[in-house]
């Protein structure tokens, strides 16, 4: 599996049903490029990666990052001073779960980009939803290849309609849950 890749092709062409190779090369470009889309579309990377982000304070005690989910925060800093890792549950200083940075006994001050925050956030392993909702979107794209533009067919008398939407509708779903949200203080 390729770098940032959400799902094989050996995974694509048992869904699909494919026991040949000779589409191998073909498949491995959908992958790869239906990944991308689902980053695109969700406006976030899904696997894990480390950040270091500006934000504006604006006075709270709470700061929702970029990325999620949150799985270590290296160092948080206010208008140019270090908080401290929360030692404690009384302790001052900075705490967090998966999806959001805490102060005790500091505020992120008002002011523009006076917040920075180092942290990692993502998926060490892709979530098996996200991976067959990839899948779902290739199979989609790999049948439409060589019927790109054909919506219906009329077949012994009756019409066939096919969906022609980019992004299945249970694999969207799936994606929704996936987009980064940007939240407003």
């Given at each position: 599996m390729a770098t940032g890749d959400l799902t094989t092709v050996a995974d694509v062409k048992a869904f699909l049903g494919i026991t040949f190779t000779t589409d191998d090369a073909l498949i491995q470009t959908l992958v790869s490029n239906a990944s991308a889309f689902i980053g695109q579309y969700c406006n976030r990377r899904i696997m894990s990666a480390s950040y270091t982000e500006s934000y504006n304070g604006y006075g709270g005690d709470t700061l929702v990052p970029n990325n999620f989910?949150?799985?270590?925060?290296?160092?948080?800093?206010?208008?140019?001073?270090?908080?401290?890792?929360a030692g404690?549950?009384?302790?001052?200083?900075?705490?967090?779960d998966d999806k959001a940075i805490y102060l005790r006994g500091y505020s992120f001050n008002t002011g523009r980009k006076n917040v920075q925050v180092t942290y990692t956030a993502g998926f060490a392993t892709v979530?098996?939803?996200?991976?067959?909702?990839?899948?779902?979107?290739?199979?989609?794209?790999?049948?439409?290849?060589?019927?790109?533009?054909?919506?219906?067919?009329?077949?012994?008398?009756?019409?066939?309609?096919?969906?022609?939407?980019?992004?299945?509708?249970?694999?969207?779903?799936?994606?929704?849950?996936?987009q980064r949200v940007h939240y407003s203080p």
């Amino acid at each position: 599996m390729a770098t940032g890749d959400l799902t094989t092709v050996a995974d694509v062409k048992a869904f699909l049903g494919i026991t040949f190779t000779t589409d191998d090369a073909l498949i491995q470009t959908l992958v790869s490029n239906a990944s991308a889309f689902i980053g695109q579309y969700c406006n976030r990377r899904i696997m894990s990666a480390s950040y270091t982000e500006s934000y504006n304070g604006y006075g709270g005690d709470t700061l929702v990052p970029n990325n999620f989910p949150i799985t270590q925060v290296a160092s948080v800093m206010v208008d140019g001073v270090v908080i401290p890792a929360a030692g404690s549950p009384t302790q001052s200083g900075f705490v967090n779960d998966d999806k959001a940075i805490y102060l005790r006994g500091y505020s992120f001050n008002t002011g523009r980009k006076n917040v920075q925050v180092t942290y990692t956030a993502g998926f060490a392993t892709v979530p098996p939803e996200l991976a067959q909702a990839c899948i779902e979107i290739i199979a989609v794209k790999y049948k439409r290849r060589t019927e790109y533009h054909v919506s219906g067919r009329t077949l012994d008398g009756q019409m066939i309609t096919y969906n022609t939407a980019d992004v299945p509708a249970s694999a969207g779903a799936v994606l929704s849950q996936y987009q980064r949200v940007h939240y407003s203080p």
